[in-house]
């Protein structure tokens, strides 16, 4: 089963960051944060924490990249049987939704999805 191989996303955030070269300064003022903490948490494997969905397709969008190449899919193999019970994505932008399910690679959709207990 797809999942979000959470470190190694960390690591491509900040790669797509610098290769762009956009400092941290700039997306603290973009997402409107008092303080920077929160994006080097998503840049820091060791943080094991990703940005929002919103967040995500905004810096897809200004990456110039889809979110297939923001995202690192890894296969978990699961002994346990998995129930999926469909969620309302609340504080989840219907924009940001609409343009995963138009854009993403369906493992990318189902790892989103479950990353987040949300149905993409």
Sequence with gaps: M??????????????????????VTTLKELFNFNYPQSIYAWE?????????????????????VSIDEMIVIKEEKSSTLSVHEVTKPYGIAQEALDFIRLNAMPDTKLALGRYYSISI
Excluded: F, G, M, W
């Design 2 to 23: 797809p999942v979000i191989d959470v470190e190694a996303t960390s690591q491509n955030l900040k790669r797509l960051r610098e290769e762009r070269n956009i400092d």
């Design 44 to 64: 820091n494997p060791k943080d094991k924490t990703l940005p929002c969905l919103d967040n995500l397709v905004t810096l897809a969008k200004l990456y110039k």
